[in-house]
């Protein structure tokens, strides 16, 4: 089982809103990303957890909080965004540094 | 400064035949690469994963490393109209840290 659960698959939130998206593995996986996607562009990196600990940030707007309650949870808490911030976000998960990555399947955010 | 480069095509190529996708990357501590296919909308889906010199198979897919010249490929047998999508190259940063990094992917349009 390689599954990588994501909710919820669309978002659509006012700039004043805040929300979470969740991402859930049960593979005993260590290693947790938040990545980001816009239209015809490469996924971005936003933040990798290793055994629950934020380890890399990449200078992400504090706009987006992540956060990592345990080994087999991930949440992206979102407030005040911007328009911009409209993309594809997705969660992946590896068993540990530089081995696979799977992924999920995506929240489809709009920013209104 | 891209760590991982794709031509982002699109590559054309008919059915039958073999695509062959192409990936480099400039940090020579990278150890491991992968490649992914994304489907429109979708999101990446992990079809290789490389750790060493030389080829490896998996049906009618063979992952090419060469870390003397610093390339990655991956060739595609048998191409189907069903193999039409982007193609990804991620391959891992080194520096203390193992950052999972994308390439900007190339387009593969398979036609009959």
């Known amino acids: 089982d390689t599954e990588v659960t994501q909710t919820p698959k669309h978002l659509v939130m006012g700039m004043t809103n805040k929300k979470s998206l969740k991402c859930e593995q049960h593979m005993g996986h260590r290693a947790m990303y938040w990545y980001k996607q816009k239209a015809k562009k490469p996924p971005e990196l936003m933040f990798v957890y290793s055994y629950e600990k934020l380890s890399i940030n990449e200078s992400v707007p504090s706009r987006f909080s992540p956060e990592c309650p345990n080994s087999s949870l991930l949440n992206l808490h979102l407030h005040a965004l911007q328009p911009e911030d409209s993309a594809l976000y997705l969660c992946?998960?590896?068993?540990?540094?530089?081995?696979?990555?799977?992924f999920g399947q995506g929240t489809r955010l709009t920013v209104v | 400064q891209k760590e991982v480069e794709q031509n982002s095509g699109p590559l054309s190529v008919p059915e039958g035949a073999i695509a062959s996708l192409n990936c480099t990357y400039s940090d020579r501590g990278s150890q491991s690469f992968f490649w992914y296919r994304q489907y429109s909308g979708k999101s990446p889906e992990l079809i290789m994963s490389i750790y060493s010199n030389g080829d490896k198979e998996d049906g009618r897919f063979t992952a090419q490393l060469n870390k003397a010249s610093q390339y990655v490929s991956l060739l595609i047998r048998d191409s189907q109209p069903s193999d039409s999508a982007t193609y990804l190259c991620?391959?891992?940063?080194?520096?203390?840290?193992?950052?999972?990094?994308f390439g900007r992917g190339t387009s593969l349009i398979v036609h009959p």
């Open positions: 992946a998960s590896s068993l540990g540094a530089s081995t696979e990555a799977f």
């Open positions: 991620a391959g891992g940063v080194s520096g203390g840290s193992y950052i999972p990094t």
